[in-house]
Protein backbone atom coordinates (compact mmCIF):
# COMPACT_ATOMS: atom_id res chain seq x y z
CA UNK A 1 0.00 0.00 0.00
CA UNK A 2 1.22 3.70 -0.56
CA UNK A 3 2.72 5.09 2.54
CA UNK A 4 0.81 7.63 4.53
CA UNK A 5 2.46 11.00 5.63
CA UNK A 6 -0.19 13.43 8.18
CA UNK A 7 0.82 16.78 8.08
CA UNK A 8 0.08 18.80 11.37
CA UNK A 9 -0.09 22.59 10.82
CA UNK A 10 -0.85 24.20 7.53
CA UNK A 11 1.58 27.38 8.25
CA UNK A 12 4.67 28.32 5.59
CA UNK A 13 6.57 24.92 7.32
CA UNK A 14 3.61 22.41 6.61
CA UNK A 15 2.73 24.09 3.70
CA UNK A 16 5.47 23.73 2.29
CA UNK A 17 6.29 20.27 3.01
CA UNK A 18 3.30 18.81 1.62
CA UNK A 19 3.72 20.12 -1.56
CA UNK A 20 7.68 19.14 -1.70
CA UNK A 21 6.66 15.99 -0.40
CA UNK A 22 3.99 15.67 -3.09
CA UNK A 23 6.96 16.43 -5.85
CA UNK A 24 9.52 14.10 -4.05
CA UNK A 25 7.21 11.14 -3.96
CA UNK A 26 4.15 11.52 -5.74
CA UNK A 27 2.68 8.18 -4.60
CA UNK A 28 2.62 8.97 -0.83
CA UNK A 29 -1.00 10.05 0.43
CA UNK A 30 -0.75 13.19 1.87
CA UNK A 31 -3.26 14.51 4.63
CA UNK A 32 -2.70 18.17 5.66
CA UNK A 33 -4.75 18.77 9.00
CA UNK A 34 -4.96 22.70 9.82
CA UNK A 35 -7.17 24.38 11.70
CA UNK A 36 -7.96 27.29 9.93
CA UNK A 37 -9.48 28.13 6.28
CA UNK A 38 -7.09 30.29 5.49
CA UNK A 39 -3.69 31.68 6.78
CA UNK A 40 -2.45 35.20 6.97
CA UNK A 41 1.53 35.67 6.98
CA UNK A 42 3.23 37.33 9.31
CA UNK A 43 5.75 38.27 7.05
CA UNK A 44 4.87 41.45 5.47
CA UNK A 45 2.39 42.47 8.57
CA UNK A 46 4.08 44.85 9.86
CA UNK A 47 3.61 47.30 7.00
CA UNK A 48 -0.18 46.06 7.99
CA UNK A 49 0.65 48.23 11.48
CA UNK A 50 2.41 50.84 9.02
CA UNK A 51 -0.38 51.19 6.98
CA UNK A 52 1.10 50.11 3.77
CA UNK A 53 -1.12 46.90 3.23
CA UNK A 54 -4.19 45.43 3.96
CA UNK A 55 -4.35 42.27 5.78
CA UNK A 56 -6.26 41.18 3.30
CA UNK A 57 -3.49 40.86 0.95
CA UNK A 58 -1.68 38.21 3.30
CA UNK A 59 -4.26 35.74 3.18
CA UNK A 60 -3.62 32.30 1.41
CA UNK A 61 -5.96 29.03 0.78
CA UNK A 62 -5.25 25.72 0.46
CA UNK A 63 -7.04 25.43 -2.84
CA UNK A 64 -3.35 24.93 -4.31
CA UNK A 65 -2.38 22.45 -2.50
CA UNK A 66 -5.44 20.21 -2.88
CA UNK A 67 -4.86 20.49 -6.81
CA UNK A 68 -1.44 19.28 -6.46
CA UNK A 69 -3.46 15.80 -4.88
CA UNK A 70 -3.22 16.68 -1.38
CA UNK A 71 -5.65 16.06 0.97
CA UNK A 72 -6.44 19.56 3.77
CA UNK A 73 -8.39 18.82 6.58
CA UNK A 74 -9.75 21.26 8.50
CA UNK A 75 -9.90 20.45 11.86
CA UNK A 76 -7.70 20.86 15.43
CA UNK A 77 -5.64 18.41 16.27
CA UNK A 78 -5.99 17.39 19.92
CA UNK A 79 -3.28 14.91 20.00
CA UNK A 80 -0.98 12.33 18.63
CA UNK A 81 -0.76 8.71 19.35
CA UNK A 82 3.05 8.24 18.87
CA UNK A 83 2.38 4.23 19.74
CA UNK A 84 -0.77 3.54 17.25
CA UNK A 85 1.25 5.90 14.83
CA UNK A 86 -2.29 8.15 14.86
CA UNK A 87 -3.38 11.72 14.64
CA UNK A 88 -6.20 12.68 16.49
CA UNK A 89 -8.30 15.63 15.68
CA UNK A 90 -11.71 17.38 15.87
CA UNK A 91 -12.48 15.72 12.31
CA UNK A 92 -11.62 11.93 13.67
CA UNK A 93 -8.59 10.05 13.38
CA UNK A 94 -5.73 9.68 10.75
CA UNK A 95 -3.45 6.67 10.80
CA UNK A 96 0.18 7.46 9.43
CA UNK A 97 3.51 5.95 8.73
CA UNK A 98 5.44 9.16 9.31
CA UNK A 99 3.93 12.63 10.72
CA UNK A 100 5.49 15.93 10.24
CA UNK A 101 4.02 18.48 13.08
CA UNK A 102 4.37 21.87 12.56
CA UNK A 103 2.46 23.63 14.90
CA UNK A 104 4.58 27.16 15.20
CA UNK A 105 4.65 29.50 18.48
CA UNK A 106 2.78 29.42 21.64
CA UNK A 107 3.36 32.29 24.20
CA UNK A 108 4.90 32.55 27.65
CA UNK A 109 1.99 34.80 28.93
CA UNK A 110 3.09 34.09 32.91
CA UNK A 111 6.13 36.05 32.27
CA UNK A 112 4.40 39.24 32.88
CA UNK A 113 2.09 39.33 35.42
CA UNK A 114 -2.01 39.60 34.66
CA UNK A 115 -1.04 39.46 31.25
CA UNK A 116 -2.74 36.35 29.54
CA UNK A 117 -4.15 34.85 25.83
CA UNK A 118 -7.99 37.40 27.02
CA UNK A 119 -6.08 39.89 27.74
CA UNK A 120 -4.05 39.83 24.12
CA UNK A 121 -7.75 40.23 22.49
CA UNK A 122 -7.49 44.04 24.11
CA UNK A 123 -3.50 44.56 24.49
CA UNK A 124 -2.21 42.60 21.57
CA UNK A 125 0.90 40.68 21.06
CA UNK A 126 0.01 40.33 17.31
CA UNK A 127 2.82 37.87 16.88
CA UNK A 128 0.38 35.77 14.64
CA UNK A 129 -0.63 37.54 11.90
CA UNK A 130 -4.86 38.28 11.80
CA UNK A 131 -7.23 39.85 14.27
CA UNK A 132 -4.78 41.41 16.36
CA UNK A 133 -3.25 42.93 13.73
CA UNK A 134 -6.32 44.58 12.53
CA UNK A 135 -6.93 45.56 16.25
CA UNK A 136 -3.50 46.84 17.13
CA UNK A 137 -3.54 48.83 13.54
CA UNK A 138 -6.91 50.59 14.49
CA UNK A 139 -5.72 51.28 17.79
CA UNK A 140 -2.70 52.77 16.60
CA UNK A 141 -5.14 55.21 14.26
CA UNK A 142 -7.44 56.07 17.30
CA UNK A 143 -4.44 57.30 18.96
CA UNK A 144 -4.13 61.15 19.76
CA UNK A 145 -0.99 62.38 17.78
CA UNK A 146 1.73 63.21 21.03
CA UNK A 147 0.64 59.70 22.13
CA UNK A 148 2.81 57.07 23.04
CA UNK A 149 3.44 53.34 21.55
CA UNK A 150 5.10 51.29 23.74
CA UNK A 151 6.46 47.78 22.57
CA UNK A 152 7.50 45.18 24.83
CA UNK A 153 9.91 43.41 22.75
CA UNK A 154 10.70 39.41 23.62
CA UNK A 155 13.55 37.46 25.22
CA UNK A 156 15.81 35.24 22.74
CA UNK A 157 14.73 32.47 21.15
CA UNK A 158 11.38 33.77 19.40
CA UNK A 159 9.33 34.46 16.03
CA UNK A 160 10.95 36.27 13.31
CA UNK A 161 14.86 37.88 15.09
CA UNK A 162 14.30 41.69 13.44
CA UNK A 163 10.60 41.78 13.45
CA UNK A 164 10.16 43.57 16.74
CA UNK A 165 12.32 46.38 14.98
CA UNK A 166 10.71 46.16 11.75
CA UNK A 167 7.44 46.93 13.53
CA UNK A 168 8.92 49.74 15.32
CA UNK A 169 9.89 50.98 12.14
CA UNK A 170 6.68 51.13 10.23
CA UNK A 171 5.31 52.27 13.34
CA UNK A 172 7.06 55.44 13.37
CA UNK A 173 6.66 55.75 9.81
CA UNK A 174 3.32 55.96 9.89
CA UNK A 175 3.34 58.45 12.90
CA UNK A 176 5.54 60.68 10.63
CA UNK A 177 3.39 61.29 8.42
CA UNK A 178 -0.01 61.39 10.19
CA UNK A 179 0.95 61.88 14.21
CA UNK A 180 4.89 63.91 14.59
CA UNK A 181 4.48 64.54 17.86
CA UNK A 182 4.06 60.64 18.86
CA UNK A 183 6.67 58.27 19.94
CA UNK A 184 7.76 54.52 19.71
CA UNK A 185 9.13 53.36 23.12
CA UNK A 186 10.74 49.81 22.50
CA UNK A 187 11.48 48.04 26.21
CA UNK A 188 13.92 45.04 25.93
CA UNK A 189 15.23 43.02 27.85
CA UNK A 190 17.87 42.26 25.40
CA UNK A 191 20.60 44.21 24.78
CA UNK A 192 21.16 43.86 21.50
CA UNK A 193 19.19 42.74 18.26
CA UNK A 194 19.97 41.70 14.94
CA UNK A 195 20.61 43.78 12.10
CA UNK A 196 21.26 46.62 14.66
CA UNK A 197 23.60 48.91 13.15
CA UNK A 198 21.07 49.11 10.22
CA UNK A 199 18.36 49.69 12.08
CA UNK A 200 19.31 52.29 13.89
CA UNK A 201 21.22 53.69 10.98
CA UNK A 202 17.93 53.90 9.11
CA UNK A 203 16.31 55.34 12.43
CA UNK A 204 18.97 58.12 12.51
CA UNK A 205 18.20 59.34 8.97
CA UNK A 206 14.48 58.32 8.70
CA UNK A 207 12.86 59.32 12.74
CA UNK A 208 16.01 61.55 14.34
CA UNK A 209 17.15 58.59 16.39
CA UNK A 210 19.97 59.53 18.86
CA UNK A 211 18.17 63.15 19.51
CA UNK A 212 16.72 64.44 21.90
CA UNK A 213 13.14 64.65 19.94
CA UNK A 214 14.22 61.27 18.59
CA UNK A 215 10.53 59.03 17.39
CA UNK A 216 12.17 55.90 18.27
CA UNK A 217 13.68 55.63 21.52
CA UNK A 218 14.91 51.66 22.71
CA UNK A 219 15.06 50.92 26.10
CA UNK A 220 17.96 47.92 26.67
CA UNK A 221 18.64 45.44 28.87
CA UNK A 222 17.48 43.57 32.18
CA UNK A 223 16.03 46.42 34.20
CA UNK A 224 13.84 47.30 31.04
CA UNK A 225 12.37 43.24 30.73
CA UNK A 226 8.86 44.23 31.70
CA UNK A 227 7.40 42.08 34.70
CA UNK A 228 3.78 43.27 35.01
CA UNK A 229 1.08 44.78 33.65
CA UNK A 230 -1.96 47.19 34.34
CA UNK A 231 -4.82 45.79 31.89
CA UNK A 232 -7.14 49.01 32.82
CA UNK A 233 -4.57 51.75 32.68
CA UNK A 234 -2.23 50.39 29.97
CA UNK A 235 0.75 50.72 32.77
CA UNK A 236 3.41 48.04 32.57
CA UNK A 237 6.25 47.68 35.47
CA UNK A 238 9.98 46.91 34.51
CA UNK A 239 12.24 44.78 36.37
CA UNK A 240 13.61 48.00 37.55
CA UNK A 241 10.59 49.08 38.96
CA UNK A 242 9.79 51.86 36.45
CA UNK A 243 6.01 52.45 35.78
CA UNK A 244 5.48 53.44 31.90
CA UNK A 245 2.01 54.57 30.86
CA UNK A 246 0.94 53.75 26.86
CA UNK A 247 -1.16 55.05 24.55
CA UNK A 248 -0.92 52.17 22.89
CA UNK A 249 0.38 48.36 24.10
CA UNK A 250 1.61 45.91 21.93
CA UNK A 251 3.29 43.22 24.38
CA UNK A 252 5.44 40.47 22.67
CA UNK A 253 5.92 37.86 25.00
CA UNK A 254 8.60 35.39 25.25
CA UNK A 255 7.91 32.13 23.32
CA UNK A 256 7.61 28.64 23.41
CA UNK A 257 6.42 25.98 20.54
CA UNK A 258 2.86 25.80 19.69
CA UNK A 259 0.56 23.75 22.49
CA UNK A 260 0.52 20.64 20.24
CA UNK A 261 4.07 20.11 20.83
CA UNK A 262 3.80 19.78 24.37
CA UNK A 263 0.40 17.41 24.95
CA UNK A 264 2.66 15.45 21.75
CA UNK A 265 5.40 15.38 24.15
CA UNK A 266 7.88 16.61 21.41
CA UNK A 267 9.24 19.60 23.71
CA UNK A 268 12.28 19.18 25.85
CA UNK A 269 13.13 21.47 29.05
CA UNK A 270 13.74 24.57 26.63
CA UNK A 271 10.44 24.12 25.53
CA UNK A 272 11.10 23.62 22.18
CA UNK A 273 11.50 20.30 20.11
CA UNK A 274 15.04 18.70 19.86
CA UNK A 275 15.12 16.96 16.56
CA UNK A 276 17.97 15.00 14.49
CA UNK A 277 18.40 17.63 11.79
CA UNK A 278 19.33 15.55 9.23
CA UNK A 279 15.94 14.65 8.66
CA UNK A 280 14.16 16.62 11.54
CA UNK A 281 13.12 13.15 13.14
CA UNK A 282 11.96 13.73 16.68
CA UNK A 283 14.56 12.98 19.25
CA UNK A 284 11.90 11.73 21.79
CA UNK A 285 9.49 10.23 19.33
CA UNK A 286 10.15 7.69 15.93
CA UNK A 287 8.63 8.56 13.02
CA UNK A 288 7.18 12.06 13.68
CA UNK A 289 9.47 15.19 12.48
CA UNK A 290 9.24 18.54 13.97
CA UNK A 291 9.96 21.82 11.55
CA UNK A 292 9.83 25.10 11.64
CA UNK A 293 9.28 27.69 14.68
CA UNK A 294 8.55 24.96 17.01
CA UNK A 295 12.07 22.67 16.16
CA UNK A 296 15.18 23.41 17.78
CA UNK A 297 17.71 24.33 14.52
CA UNK A 298 20.46 26.61 16.00
CA UNK A 299 21.65 28.55 14.32
CA UNK A 300 18.48 28.85 11.69
CA UNK A 301 16.78 31.71 13.21
CA UNK A 302 12.67 31.15 14.00
CA UNK A 303 11.98 32.60 10.41
CA UNK A 304 9.59 31.64 7.44
CA UNK A 305 12.25 31.51 5.43
CA UNK A 306 14.05 29.17 7.39
CA UNK A 307 10.97 27.17 7.88
CA UNK A 308 10.63 26.95 4.47
CA UNK A 309 14.11 25.48 3.96
CA UNK A 310 13.53 23.35 6.64
CA UNK A 311 10.04 21.79 5.38
CA UNK A 312 12.22 21.01 2.27
CA UNK A 313 15.25 19.00 3.53
CA UNK A 314 12.25 17.12 6.12
CA UNK A 315 10.08 16.52 2.67
CA UNK A 316 13.56 14.55 0.80
CA UNK A 317 14.59 12.80 4.22
CA UNK A 318 10.83 11.54 4.78
CA UNK A 319 10.72 10.68 0.70
CA UNK A 320 13.99 8.64 1.56
CA UNK A 321 13.32 7.16 4.54
CA UNK A 322 9.69 5.88 3.52
CA UNK A 323 11.33 4.35 0.47
CA UNK A 324 13.97 2.65 1.81
CA UNK A 325 16.85 4.87 1.76
CA UNK A 326 18.82 7.52 3.97
CA UNK A 327 18.41 11.05 4.04
CA UNK A 328 20.63 12.94 1.41
CA UNK A 329 22.98 15.86 2.63
CA UNK A 330 20.72 18.98 2.30
CA UNK A 331 22.08 22.45 3.10
CA UNK A 332 19.60 25.50 4.43
CA UNK A 333 19.17 28.79 3.40
CA UNK A 334 17.49 32.08 5.38
CA UNK A 335 16.86 35.54 4.31
CA UNK A 336 15.04 38.62 5.42
CA UNK A 337 14.05 41.71 4.71
CA UNK A 338 12.87 44.26 7.47
CA UNK A 339 10.94 47.58 5.82
CA UNK A 340 12.44 50.93 7.87
CA UNK A 341 10.39 52.96 5.62
CA UNK A 342 8.81 54.01 2.59
CA UNK A 343 11.51 53.71 0.58
CA UNK A 344 14.17 52.40 2.92
CA UNK A 345 14.72 48.28 3.44
CA UNK A 346 17.84 46.11 4.47
CA UNK A 347 18.40 42.72 4.43
CA UNK A 348 20.21 39.55 5.77
CA UNK A 349 21.20 36.16 3.73
CA UNK A 350 22.38 33.71 5.68
CA UNK A 351 23.60 29.83 3.84
CA UNK A 352 23.77 26.42 6.24
CA UNK A 353 24.78 23.08 5.47
CA UNK A 354 24.82 19.89 7.31
CA UNK A 355 28.08 19.74 9.74
CA UNK A 356 30.33 16.63 8.75
CA UNK A 357 29.22 14.33 10.75
CA UNK A 358 25.31 15.29 10.20
CA UNK A 359 24.36 16.34 13.82
CA UNK A 360 24.72 19.72 13.57
CA UNK A 361 23.70 22.71 11.45
CA UNK A 362 26.90 25.07 10.52
CA UNK A 363 27.10 28.53 8.93
CA UNK A 364 29.08 27.99 5.68
CA UNK A 365 32.01 29.92 6.03
CA UNK A 366 32.67 33.42 3.81
CA UNK A 367 28.86 32.81 3.08
CA UNK A 368 25.90 35.56 3.09
CA UNK A 369 26.13 38.98 5.07
CA UNK A 370 23.77 41.68 5.46
CA UNK A 371 23.39 44.60 3.12
CA UNK A 372 25.97 47.19 3.72
CA UNK A 373 26.09 50.70 6.00
CA UNK A 374 26.23 53.68 4.74
CA UNK A 375 24.54 52.60 1.33
CA UNK A 376 23.31 55.05 -1.09
CA UNK A 377 19.63 55.53 -1.44
CA UNK A 378 18.86 53.50 -4.37
CA UNK A 379 20.01 50.60 -2.42
CA UNK A 380 17.56 51.13 0.34
CA UNK A 381 15.09 51.55 -2.41
CA UNK A 382 16.16 48.37 -3.93
CA UNK A 383 15.95 46.14 -1.16
CA UNK A 384 12.21 47.89 -0.75
CA UNK A 385 11.58 46.04 -4.38
CA UNK A 386 13.32 43.04 -3.54
CA UNK A 387 11.36 42.78 -0.48
CA UNK A 388 7.86 42.49 -2.07
CA UNK A 389 9.64 40.67 -5.18
CA UNK A 390 10.19 38.35 -2.58
CA UNK A 391 7.14 38.11 -1.02
CA UNK A 392 5.11 37.24 -4.05
CA UNK A 393 7.57 34.45 -4.67
CA UNK A 394 8.01 33.15 -1.26
CA UNK A 395 3.91 32.68 -1.01
CA UNK A 396 3.47 31.04 -4.33
CA UNK A 397 6.42 28.87 -3.49
CA UNK A 398 4.78 27.53 -0.13
CA UNK A 399 1.35 27.61 -1.37
CA UNK A 400 0.81 27.01 -5.41
P1 LIG B 1 3.10 29.04 11.47
O1 LIG B 1 3.33 29.71 10.19
O2 LIG B 1 2.61 29.84 12.62
O3 LIG B 1 2.11 27.84 11.21
C1 LIG B 1 1.60 27.02 12.23
C2 LIG B 1 0.24 26.52 11.77
O4 LIG B 1 -0.16 25.41 12.58
C3 LIG B 1 -0.84 27.57 11.89
O5 LIG B 1 -1.49 27.71 10.64
C4 LIG B 1 -1.76 27.02 12.97
O6 LIG B 1 -3.12 27.36 12.78
C5 LIG B 1 -1.53 25.53 12.83
N1 LIG B 1 -1.79 24.75 14.05
C6 LIG B 1 -1.19 24.88 15.26
N2 LIG B 1 -1.66 23.99 16.13
C7 LIG B 1 -2.57 23.25 15.46
C8 LIG B 1 -3.41 22.16 15.84
N3 LIG B 1 -3.38 21.64 17.08
N4 LIG B 1 -4.25 21.64 14.91
C9 LIG B 1 -4.29 22.16 13.65
N5 LIG B 1 -3.52 23.19 13.25
C10 LIG B 1 -2.68 23.72 14.14
N6 LIG B 1 9.70 35.31 8.49
C11 LIG B 1 10.42 35.56 7.37
O7 LIG B 1 11.03 34.65 6.83
N7 LIG B 1 10.47 36.80 6.82
C12 LIG B 1 9.82 37.87 7.37
O8 LIG B 1 9.90 38.99 6.85
C13 LIG B 1 9.06 37.65 8.55
N8 LIG B 1 8.37 38.66 9.14
C14 LIG B 1 7.66 38.42 10.28
C15 LIG B 1 7.00 39.49 10.88
C16 LIG B 1 6.28 39.30 12.05
C17 LIG B 1 5.58 40.45 12.70
C18 LIG B 1 6.21 38.00 12.62
C19 LIG B 1 5.41 37.76 13.88
C20 LIG B 1 6.85 36.94 12.02
C21 LIG B 1 7.59 37.14 10.85
N9 LIG B 1 8.28 36.07 10.23
C22 LIG B 1 9.01 36.32 9.09
C23 LIG B 1 8.34 34.73 10.87
C24 LIG B 1 7.39 33.70 10.25
O9 LIG B 1 6.08 34.18 10.23
C25 LIG B 1 7.45 32.40 11.05
O10 LIG B 1 8.77 32.04 11.30
C26 LIG B 1 6.77 31.27 10.29
O11 LIG B 1 5.40 31.56 10.17
C27 LIG B 1 6.98 29.92 10.96
O12 LIG B 1 6.26 28.93 10.29
P2 LIG B 1 5.60 27.69 11.06
O13 LIG B 1 5.01 26.86 10.00
O14 LIG B 1 6.58 27.13 12.00
O15 LIG B 1 4.46 28.35 11.97
Redesign the pocket.
Known sequence: ANANVVI?????????AAKYLKLADPSINITL????AH?Y??????EVLGGGRTLDSLKFGYAGLEKRGITVVQ????AIDAVAKSVQ??AGNFPYDRCIV????DYRYETIENYSADVAQQIPH????GEQ?TLLRSQLEAMPNGGTFVMVAPPNPY??P???Y??ASQVASYFKKHKPNSKVLILDPKTSFTKQSLFEEGWMQLYGYGNNDSMIEWASGGSNAVVSLDTATKTVTTAGGERIAANVLNI?PAQKA???AF?AGLTDSSGWCPVAVASFESTLHDNIHV?????IANPL????????SE?KACALAVAALLNGREPGRTSFS?????LVGDDYAISVVGIYRLSADGKMIEAVPNSGGTSPLAAAEEERLIDVQY?YS??NN?TQDVFF
Open positions: IGGGTAGATIEKNYTCYMSNAEVTTTAPGIAWKATRCPAPERIGALSIGDACPKSGFAANANGCYSAWYF
